[in-house]
């Protein structure tokens, strides 16, 4: 009989944040007959035989090199069996009484294909970029002029009610297996970024609707596996890029080209200006 969820918990040298994530529900999802996996993407710590010794009853899914998120979790969803499958990065902490809100929910609105909980941060506010409008040329050129004129966001992060959104974030999604056998799985042509609002606009444009659901929160302590910095702004960018050639049409390919290179130019003058004071 298949399990009524599956939890794939991706990790990349982050063992001993692992084991604290799966601590925080997986004795007690083993004990309600879900699927907990552990995808091992690479890592070099021994994550893998950590997880093996703590957690028995988890299935660890091992990659020899680093896939990068999409292809990492594609691994996992390849063995899942759950009718709800939650994607979780190691580096959120989850109660078990919180995890099994998200399938009810999805139970309970049959037109929502995947979720998000509230994100907070390690000093529990709000996360930034939980959730967020598809990233149009319209939408980059709004968000990159309040961030140069110093302006408050264009999302409430701290919103207290569910919302239909354009995209939540993958470090913790609850996604419908009926909704992942219609569109696909995660396109793992993105390393790294993008990738979960690639996902979320192929579910509505299969008819399903992406909620935030802050009424349940966990934890997000964030970066923690992340590359450096310049590393991590290029891989930004590439996926970006891939995002527009995969979407949108080649005018707005090259729009969003020459509006990423003024929006640079412009932070890094800004940056200048700011030392020079």
Known sequence: MSPPVSVIVLSYNT??????????????AVVAGWQVIVVDNGSQD???SAVAREFPHV??????HNRGFAGGNNLGLAQARGEAIILMN?????????????????????????????????EGAPQAFAFGNDPTLRYLLKRGLRRLSG?????????????EVDWVSGACMCVRRATMEQVG????????????NDWCLRMRKGGWKVMYVPTFAVVHLGGRSEPERRTANRYYRDSLRYFYRKHYS???????????WWYNALLRLRLVLWRNQ
Do not use: K
């Not at 190691?90 to 909980?117: C, K, M, N, R, W």
């Not at 302006?151 to 919302?163: E, G, K, R, T």
């Not at 080649?250 to 990423?260: I, Y």
């Open 185 to 196: 799985v995660l396109d793992d042509a993105f390393f790294l970024y993008f990738e979960d």
């Open 15 to 28: 063992s001993e944040l692992t084991l604290t994530c799966l601590g925080q529900f997986a004795a007690d």
């Open 90 to 122: 190691s580096d959120v902490l989850a109660p078990f009484s919180t995890l099994a809100a998200l399938p009810i929910f999805l139970a309970q609105h049959p037109e929502v294909g995947a979720l998000s909980p509230r994100l907070l941060t390690s």
């Open 59 to 64: 299935e660890i899914v091992r990659s020899e």
């Open 250 to 260: 080649p005018a707005a390919n090259v729009l969003m080209a020459g509006s990423l």
């Open 46 to 48: 021994g994550t893998a």
């Open 151 to 163: 302006s408050h966001p264009l999302h409430d992060w701290a919103v207290a009610s569910p919302i």
